[in-house]
């Protein structure tokens, strides 16, 4: 099944045209025509190698929505036709007790990446700025086609990594709910917060931002390079939720924290961050991680977004834009994410 795709071919050039094959479509798999995939800050970290491990050559994306073109003899779930989401992974042992409870992002023996990863008989995988993709029915979201698909297709990533902690932690009304960082997972967040109930307030470096942020549903915009407001910040919230890409100081936002509160970490810097012992035991706070989140809650998001009219600020851009893009959003240019329209790989 040849496929055209954007590739890093090494961590140090920039993406370029590049042709693989995919798999043919197995009894239990979907073949999706790809319409949209969203363009991740991991998959920054990833082509750049800042994690370590990459497979090369490399096709990111994992914010994908497509139209199914063909189904396996055993697909149930699924017709040709329907539109239909992939997120971070393709597969999972399925067997372990993580997997069992539908939280297959935490898989024992590991979840099977949509790219820069192996599939369990050890070829690579390839993500979604290609044409097309070929997935196990099982690892495949439903899509409502009343949201438009441009505006969907960051909901598989950026959506679930902010919608799955700030339900885990039970965030509503009568929270105060700060989140770190206006880009892609940022604007996600501010929004599922402000329809979970919550007071949201959006801590940002760029004070260009503080609009946006107000029209993205946060009530309050906090400056974090000015020291009087986020000194006037200093244990104002029940939860932070941290989405920064970069290195920087969590002792900082920990002050912010009221006492019993929780910093939820999703951004990955590519360096590990301290953490002073008395910024938490001083006020009982804590921190937590937070990793996507499963097929079941994923597709429980993907249903509440459809409800209550939630999707994602988008600036579409062509196939051949994306080296660009990545440059805008290592400078924090985005409003709010890039979604690449795969037509322009055609
Ligand atoms: P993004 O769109 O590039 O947004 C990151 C934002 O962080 C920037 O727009 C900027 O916001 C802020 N920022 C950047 N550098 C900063 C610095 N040095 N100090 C303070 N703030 C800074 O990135 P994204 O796609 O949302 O991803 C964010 C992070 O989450 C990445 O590390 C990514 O790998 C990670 N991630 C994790 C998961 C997970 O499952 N945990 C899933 C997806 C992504 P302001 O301009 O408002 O300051
Ligand atoms: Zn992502």
């Given at each position: 099944?040849?496929t ?75 017709k ?35 790219y ?13 700025y290609?044409?097309?993709i ?76 503080e ?11 906090v ?19 941290n989405?920064?890409s ?34 938490l ?38 196939a ?27």
């Amino acid at each position: 099944m040849n496929t055209k795709a954007y590739a890093a071919h090494s961590p140090s050039i920039p993406l370029a045209p590049f042709s693989f094959d995919r798999r043919e479509v197995g009894a239990h798999d979907v073949q999706i025509e790809i319409l949209y995939c969203g363009v991740c800050h991991s998959d920054i970290h990833q082509v750049r190698n800042e994690w370590g491990s990459g497979i090369f050559p490399m096709v990111p994306g994992h914010e994908i929505v497509g139209r199914i073109t063909k189904v396996g003899e055993h697909v149930t779930k699924f017709k040709a036709g329907d539109i239909a989401g992939i997120g971070c992974f393709v597969d999972s042992c399925g067997v372990c007790p993580n997997c069992q409870e539908g939280i297959e992002q935490y898989c024992d023996v590991g979840m099977v990446g949509t790219y820069n990863s192996k599939e369990k008989d050890g070829s690579p995988t390839y993500g979604g700025y290609s044409t097309q993709i070929i997935v196990n029915e099982k690892y495949t979201l439903k899509v409502s086609d009343k949201l438009p698909l441009q505006n969907v297709a960051p909901l598989l990533c950026a959506g679930i990594t902010t919608y799955s902690p700030l339900r885990y932690v039970g965030v509503g009304k009568g929270h105060k709910v700060a989140v770190v960082g206006l880009g892609g997972l940022g604007h996600m967040a501010v929004k599922f917060a402000a329809s979970f109930g919550a007071e949201v307030t959006m801590l940002s470096t760029s004070p260009s931002k503080e609009a946006d942020a107000k029209k993205l549903g946060a009530h309050n915009f906090v400056l974090t390079t000015d020291a009087e407001q986020m000194k006037n910040a200093t244990k104002s919230f029940d939860f932070i939720l941290n989405t920064i890409s970069a290195q920087h100081d969590y002792a900082t936002y920990l002050n912010l924290l009221k006492t019993n509160g929780t910093m939820i970490v999703v951004g990955v810097p590519p360096s590990p961050s301290e953490v002073p012992a008395m910024k938490l035991i001083g006020q009982r706070r804590s921190i937590i991680g937070s990793l996507i989140g499963g097929i079941k809650e994923t597709q429980e998001m993907l249903d509440y977004c459809a409800e209550h009219n939630i999707t994602s600020d988008v600036e579409v851009i062509n196939a051949d834009y994306i080296n660009t893009a990545y440059e805008r959003m290592l400078k924090g240019d985005v409003h709010y994410r890039f979604v690449i329209d795969t037509a322009s790989l055609k």
